[in-house]
């Protein structure tokens, strides 16, 4: 056993230490950004009427426009974030989230050093990663189950890659579970399909056959059964999807987050030439990077897969041991006190939101930006909202424009509105201002609500 030389500090000269404490940096950076992001709290929401009533409801059944046809696939998840809200409120999808990422950055790190990377340039790769993919990393929504399997279904076909063996059937129970967890799933039969084409020609075609076609029957394991496929057909081709709105937005130089990504991403990617790509690694990477282009919430899946060859090419001079000790005590110390102060307040206040149910009476209350979960998880009704893949396209359409302030979005504020609650200067209050038959009756510091007056016409002043 190795001895310590004299006057060394505990926590140098490990690489194991020294790869923990890149992980532990970035679970830092996201917990100090933590806060509840939109596509979370309605699953809660959703959980808590199948716990309540001990069966899966047709449709979303707090919402007021028809949604029966829609094919309920991630009732694992709903049940899941219902039990964490019940718990520990917020706070508890927050610490799922730190959680989430620290076990993803687990594997991303053995994945690297599996594939022959040192401790040093796994640890640099880790970080350029970790700030490149900070939204998908410190913002809690129900992508936080894809955070943590999209590494290991990468890290098992890598091994697979280096060492053919049976645990390649592994993606197949895999697969079920992400399936009803998150809608990435189908990203990760994509990338399994990609190695499988690949392996087709070197090895074992029964194998692999059999696996591809245990795959995709993998992604009906789900409550929805034969219908999960419908399930993926209405999140691929939801209206916000289709015109690339809101976390369905492209990759933009104009966006400060997105230039983060890509200068991480071509940080990652200079080092690709001086690493052993398999063909199959090659083309994951540019169906990744295509799919980033489109929608730049698909980033951190390229960053993500980028590391390990990253790591195994970069190898830097520097080991940077001495800033071991300081990096281990700045993190656990922002670890915790994110912890204890819990997310970052977003959306509306528990006060507002609670009024503005109680001012409905039972009517469906218009809101976006998230707080339409909110209202939601509080018992109340919703007209449309997330998951917006569940709604009519015709509906879908109203609201996407009444979020994006356009006088075509008074389609939304139907009769049934009796309250609309919007976020202080987003164009949907902008939009409700210029309406007649609305008026401002109550606010807190983010959110206001406007309650339906006389007529239910709506004009412009």
């Not at 080991?319 to 915790?336: D, F, N, Q, Y």
């Not at 102060?341 to 409905?360: D, E, H, K, M, Y």
Request: charge should be positive.
């Amino acid at each position: 056993m190795p001895l310590r030389a004299e006057g060394e500090h505990p926590l140098r000269g490990s690489p194991t230490i020294l790869i923990a404490t890149a992980v532990l940096l970035v679970v830092a950076l996201a917990a100090l950004l933590g806060r509840i992001g939109a596509d979370s709290q309605w699953l809660a929401a959703l959980g808590h009427a199948i716990a309540t009533h001990h069966a899966i409801p047709p449709g979303v059944p707090f919402a007021a426009a028809p949604t029966s046809h829609w094919p309920n696939a991630l009732v694992l998840a709903e049940l899941l974030f219902n039990g964490l809200e019940r718990a520990m409120g917020d706070r508890g999808l927050m610490l799922a989230q730190l959680l989430a990422v620290a076990g993803a950055f687990a594997v991303l790190a053995a994945d690297a050093r599996a594939g022959g990377s040192g401790p040093v340039g796994t640890s640099a790769t880790l970080l350029i990663a970790g700030i490149g993919s900070l939204p998908s990393l410190a913002i809690a929504r129900v992508q936080l189950f894809s955070v943590v399997l999209f590494p290991v279904l990468v890290a098992l076909l890598r091994a697979q890659s280096r060492r053919p063996s049976s645990r390649i059937w592994l993606v197949v129970p895999l697969l079920a579970l992400w399936s009803n967890l998150h809608a990435a799933a189908l990203l990760g039969v994509l990338v399994v399909w990609v190695y499988l084409t690949a392996d087709f020609k070197r090895r074992a075609r029964w194998t692999s056959l059999g696996v591809g076609v245990a795959s995709l029957a993998a992604l009906c394991a789900t409550p929805a059964l034969a219908r999960t496929p419908d399930y993926y057909q209405g999140v691929l081709t939801n209206l916000a999807a289709e015109r690339g709105e809101g976390m369905w937005g492209p990759l933009s130089l104009s966006v400060p987050l997105d230039l983060v990504l890509i200068g991480a991403a071509v940080l990652l990617c200079v080092r690709l030439r001086r690493s052993r790509l398999e063909p199959w690694e090659w083309t994951v990477a540019v169906v990744l990077a295509a799919l980033t282009i489109k929608a730049s919430r698909d980033g951190v899946w390229l960053l993500f897969f980028l590391v390990a060859p990253a790591a195994r090419a970069l190898k830097p001079r520097r080991t940077w041991e001495r800033l071991v000790p300081a990096g281990v005590g700045l993190s656990l110390a922002a670890i915790g006190l994110a912890a204890a102060r819990g997310p970052i307040t977003v959306g509306a206040s528990r006060g507002l939101v609670a009024s503005a149910v109680a001012l409905a009476h039972g009517s469906p209350v218009l809101a976006g930006g998230a707080i339409d979960e909110q209202v939601a998880l509080a018992g109340g009704r919703i007209w449309v909202g997330d998951p917006l893949d569940a709604f009519p396209r015709s509906d879908q359409a109203a609201y996407l424009d009444w979020l994006n302030g356009d006088a075509s979005g008074r389609r939304a504020l139907t009769p049934q509105v009796r309250v609309v609650l919007v976020a202080r200067g987003s164009a949907s209050q902008a939009l409700m201002t210029r309406t007649e038959g609305f008026v401002e009756i109550a606010a807190d510091r983010s959110a206001t609500i406007y309650e339906r007056q006389g007529s239910p016409v709506a004009g412009l002043r």
